[in-house]
């Protein structure tokens, strides 16, 4: 399949910060977590970018992107570890401003200690593989 967009194809697009529009995240990350999705659409083919609002003590599962990943820290700090278990003496700090580039298939987990939004620059469709399928807040009954 062709990527409808490039960095060299864009449609133009200009959000403040008082024009997002929270609402809760998609189900492929556990409850509480809010998104909104400032550009394109993570479930298509094309560029996209998406904001979460991870609530103090928020945690994701080790868990895989089907595509490389960029993020920036927008807000709080966002602590972010590599592997397929969770370690949170392995995860580094990443405060507000700070940037993360993941390739496709790399095995990380995140959590927060406190309210942290973070941005995820990507090519969709946006996948997630949870490690430990038992993780995966999909197949957890509601």
């Known amino acids: 399949m062709a990527i409808s967009q490039t960095i060299d194809k864009v449609d133009q697009k200009l959000v403040t910060p008082t024009e997002i529009q929270w609402a809760p995240a998609p189900a492929v990350l556990p409850p509480g977590a809010l998104g909104a999705v400032l550009y394109g659409d993570p479930t298509k083919n094309g560029l996209f970018a998406m904001r979460f609002k991870l609530p103090k003590g928020y945690r994701v599962p080790p868990h895989t992107l089907a595509k490389a990943g960029l993020f920036t820290v927008i807000s ?67």
């Open 76 to 142: 709080g700090t966002f602590r972010i570890g590599m592997g397929e278990k969770a370690d949170p003496s392995k995860a580094r700090a990443m405060p507000a401003g700070s940037f993360i580039a993941l390739p496709p298939g790399t095995p990380h987990f995140v959590s927060v200690d406190e309210e942290t939004v973070v941005q995820l620059n990507n090519i969709g469709p946006w996948e997630i593989t949870y490690s430990d399928p038992n993780e995966d807040p999909r197949r957890k009954p509601k």
